[in-house]
């Protein structure tokens, strides 16, 4: 019996290949990105929307940082936790809402650069529970990315609650 | 045979019974978290240093939350994560510096609290790797505390680089 | 203001001083760990069921080793991760069973002990999620006893599925 | 400004692209596992070797399940953990030994097949600590396989020590 094991760009497209999202799930993304006031006060930005893969970025600032000038993991983390909570949330329907249950965070680079963009993806579905993985790179002038962070992590579907509540 | 099996608190004092850290260390603690940056844009305070385990501190603030109006889980880690990063530096040599490797973070109830406190203990150090959990709590107007979230973390001790690095 | 903060000895009782399992919920228990095959090939054995907290033994065998002579991580994993599933279970409605959703292993020491036991405890336990945490310990011949890994788990509540399923 | 962010498949080869790995290297890693008699006594094969990648095999079988007659979570663990760390074992000198530090898994669905192949990948390799994520298929009797577990872990290079020891 031969088995073919081709690893994972064999099951996920690239980035690039996936569709746009929905309008209206992209809407609906986006107000509850507008309503996380953390994510305003560190300076996170959508750069991607697309079904089960968001792309979020953030620019290194001063106020940012860790003892030796480098992007804080605790930023970092906001971003790819963010990053994979609003990709399991692109698959919710519409009276669902998210809620992280649990991530691990591998930090495999200090991040220098002047960007950092973390993409979370998701890799496993379920009517409850959704698993995500993503990476966070540091984006230098040119461009250039670097990974600086690895993320795993179990999302929650939940009864939307109103923002207010 | 009997194997007596008496758990955590057979082994870790209670945070109350720890000694006070020695002022040099605790001045070296006091002199790192002053230089991240994003600490202070939280405005994450000290509340306790003893040796192996640190207790830090945040106020609620409408800047710092989730689309839900509770604290939002990057703040809550990087106040974890901290606390643990710490607790870990209180045991290195005066040369060494605290690189934070990985973490798990599982989020058990939402941080409605004004307060919350994070306090992160030691469970076994070596020469390179400390491994630390900690636990957050939210922190009622009267004191009570309820469990918010729980942290296992992994720390490397590497040489001192200067904050100008 | 002043916050008291004791730490996990002020919330979870010694293990010592919990009660007993009732005999219904025990005879679950025996039950479903009779029916996992792999716990009956490495020889693991209950040392004690309380509500949400379980104690289980294995002793040291040729077969199931690493590289080094010492139990292979995988057996600690296996021991350490039904700790804590059977501990959620404890507390789980007669016509609900437990999968594991998730876990992080942290080992921080070799296992050369001629047993190991792993106790899971609940930390928190919500209507179909409940987090864990447990501790693995080499036990030496004179019953004392060394830390060789820490677990962090999440367990879900799901329908119970009958055995031939 | 533009960045374009292709996401893993535009920095890790396909496995089938990869070299083989060099005969001493594979030598090394066929003789270390064959120390580890848990491997053995779970019936764990090598499937694949290349320059940090490992997949490994297990066959289904009646003294490896769990309560409901799926492959164990314990089983699934030692088979993930084991490609990661020789993954990482890949890329070491000669006089270095791998030891796990930690590791994350999640379980996304249940083992039924009648093999089981795990794929461990480095991520990022330092002096002394290298993160690496694997894969866990069940493959049917037709080839087809399916996601059943994901890991991200931390390896340590240490100083090899002998079998003996």
């Known amino acids: 019996m031969v088995v073919e094991l081709l690893g994972v760009s064999d099951d996920w497209p690239l980035p690039s290949e996936l569709p746009d999202l ?9 107000a509850s990105v507008a309503r996380q006031t953390l994510l ?7 750069e991607r929307l697309a079904p089960g893969y968001v792309e979020l970025r953030l620019a290194s ?3 940012l940082m860790q003892q030796h000038g480098f992007v804080h993991a605790g930023a970092l983390t906001t971003l790819a936790d963010s990053a994979c909570g609003y990709a399991a949330y692109t698959g919710f329907p ?5 809620l992280t ?3 691990t965070m591998s930090l ?6 002047p960007w950092v963009v973390a993409a979370g993806r998701v890799m496993r579905s379920g009517r409850t529970l959704t698993i995500c993985r993503g990476e ?9 990315r670097q990974l600086v962070a690895l993320i ?10 109103s923002a207010s509540a």
Chains 1, 2, 3, 4 share one sequence.
């Open 108 to 113: 495999v680079a200090p991040a220098a650069q």
């Open 61 to 63: 600032r001063a106020d």
């Open 152 to 161: 795993q992590a179990t999302m929650m579907a939940v009864s939307r609650m």
């Open 94 to 98: 519409e009276d669902r809402d998210v």
């Open 22 to 30: 929905a309008p209206e799930t992209a809407a609906r993304v986006r």
């Open 136 to 144: 966070v790179y540091g984006i230098a002038e040119g461009g250039e």
């Open 101 to 103: 249950v649990d991530f």
């Open 40 to 46: 305003s006060t560190l300076g996170v930005n959508i």
